[in-house]
């Protein structure tokens, strides 16, 4: 088998509009999270930048179908080997308690528009989620992250997952994560890279909504980023706690989704355009295109 190593990078675009859900009262509809930059290059182990080709700048990041792992065993060492650290998402993040799930399992939408975690389908070789906090401090709740890498059994698998995301927030704007948690007023944006408008992978796709807490006074901030990766799909979320500004919250969505990009590049580094060899492709499939609960 490959091994799987790790290439740090960063990701560069703007998420578009492409459909909405509102809440009852329509508050996080103006509210638009920030899209990674290009700011950061990929780095050597000395740590100095590696120069981009204008061809490497204008490719998707993703992973060649025939680079990606073919086996459940191959899937859950690639998913684990990734090098997804708390600081990527910003300073003073650390591992949560609990910290990785079960990569037999993954989180599914029910009727009722509660998550649940469910064994993975025949569709899927595996997937992962890692936890990270922000802890409470100076009168500001927590933030929580989490962030999920899902290996799908072929490109067509993951565009019909990342379709079916788009779908559960038109379906269930208002979504139980747990039962402490919920979310609502989901408002969903996607951006494929073959339209040609700035998308950073083969798909992507964000959603924000409010947070609440049971028990706990006020609204918060959600944010939900998912990006796809040929067969590989790359989710997160973050979770405001009280007492951080508007500005604050925007600049932990931002952070975030730097962190998504972080591993985008990471996956790309190993089996799309800038591996060894270059070259990786979108597989274009089924056209058939899962939500906030990714976690």
């Not at 999270?33 to 120069?51: E, I």
């Not at 565009?159 to 927030?169: F, K, P, T």
Request: with cysteine; aromatic share 6%; charged share 30%.
């Amino acid at each position: 088998m490959t091994e799987w190593r790790p290439v740090v990078a960063a990701v560069a675009g703007t998420l578009l509009l492409a459909g909405c859900t509102s809440g009852a009262d329509g508050k996080d509809a103006d509210r638009q999270p920030t899209a990674p930059t290009q700011d950061a290059k990929p780095t050597d182990s000395a740590g100095t930048s590696a120069p981009e080709t204008a061809e490497e700048e204008n490719e998707p990041y993703t992973m060649a179908e025939e680079r990606a792992p073919r086996t459940r065993a191959d899937a859950v060492e690639f998913v684990r080997g990734l090098g997804t650290r708390p600081d990527h998402f910003g300073t003073g993040f650390r591992k949560a308690s609990p910290y990785e799930s079960d990569p037999g399992e993954w989180a599914v939408l029910d009727e009722e528009c509660v998550w649940q975690r469910e064994p993975l389908p025949r569709t899927v070789l595996a997937s992962l989620t890692r936890r990270f906090v922000l802890p409470a401090k100076g009168g500001k709740g927590p933030v929580q992250v989490s962030l999920t890498v899902t290996v799908h059994r072929d490109t067509k698998a993951a565009r019909r997952d990342m379709a079916a995301s788009l779908q559960e927030a038109l379906r269930c704007p208002d979504q139980r994560l747990n039962a402490t948690e919920r979310v609502r007023g989901l408002y969903s944006r996607a951006d494929p890279f073959s339209e040609g408008r700035n998308g950073v992978t083969d798909d992507d796709l964000v959603e924000t909504g409010t947070y609440l807490v049971d028990g706990v006074k006020g609204e918060f901030v959600f944010d939900w980023f998912k990006y796809r990766l040929g067969p590989v799909t790359v989710a997160a979320t973050d979770r405001v706690g009280a007492g951080h500004s508007k500005e604050e919250a925007q600049q932990i969505a931002s952070d975030v989704a730097q962190g998504v990009a972080h591993t985008a590049a990471e996956i790309d580094g190993i089996g799309g355009n800038r591996a060894p060899g270059g070259g990786g492709k979108d597989s274009t499939g089924d056209s058939d295109e899962k939500g906030a609960g990714d976690e």
